[in-house]
């Protein structure tokens, strides 16, 4: 896969982001308690290192049989801060003045404002901006339609429990493939990041190439 052109600055957005989150005790993922560090054995990371510094932790299993799921917290996305990072970069990018970003168990939606005159090439930046962030494993659609934004909205109290909370979603998503969804990611995917034979390929949303 072709290296993107502003993963660094995705990457020194993240880090000032994470200072933030780090002094809250908070962070985009739960920490895993079950990890050894070079220059502090008795902590989970070295939370002090400077920003510009590799990050580097090793994990050890426990020689006692099934302690790691008594005892350790096993790594989750927190998918409020994770929205949070995504919009904060995407306002940061050229022609894009507001965004709304909706994270979910497996989708990311974003809703933007602009007043780009190439707009596939602005929603090919915005989808990429979340794509150097979130799990391979992710769909993204994005949608430069105003009308959208209470939409993706409705849904930031809901979870993967609400009724009929599928079936909505994929309604969102086929008004949202109504707006330019940028380039293809790589030639088994297509512009939103759903790869050809999927174990969830039948709720995928197809649409033409671009």
Do not use: W
Request: glycine residues 6%; hydrophobic residues 30%.
């Amino acid at each position: 896969m072709k290296k993107r052109l502003f993963t660094p600055f995705i990457i020194a957005a993240l880090a000032a982001s994470g200072c933030q989150y780090d002094q809250e005790g908070k962070g985009l993922y739960n920490e895993n308690g079950n990890t050894v560090n070079v220059a502090e054995r008795n902590d989970n990371y070295n939370s002090n290192k400077d920003s510009d510094s590799f990050g580097y932790v090793r994990h050890q299993k426990s020689p006692t049989a099934g302690i790691e799921k008594a005892t350790v917290k096993t790594p989750v996305i927190n998918r409020e801060q994770l929205a949070d990072v995504i919009g904060r970069l995407a306002v940061q990018l050229p022609n894009v003045h507001d965004a709304a970003t909706l994270v979910t168990d497996e989708e990311v939606l974003i809703a933007y404002k602009t007043d780009s005159n190439n707009k596939f090439e602005t929603a090919d930046q915005v989808k990429k901006t979340a794509a150097s962030i979130v799990p391979r494993y992710f769909h993204i659609y994005v949608t430069d339609n105003p009308n959208l934004f209470k939409e993706i909205e409705s849904y930031s109290t809901l979870d993967g429990e609400s009724p009929n909370i599928n079936r909505n979603l994929n309604q969102t998503i086929q008004r949202m493939l109504k707006s330019p969804q940028g380039r293809k990611l790589n030639a088994g995917e297509n512009a939103n990041g759903e790869g050809f034979g999927e174990m969830n390929e039948s709720i995928d949303h197809d649409i033409k190439d671009q």
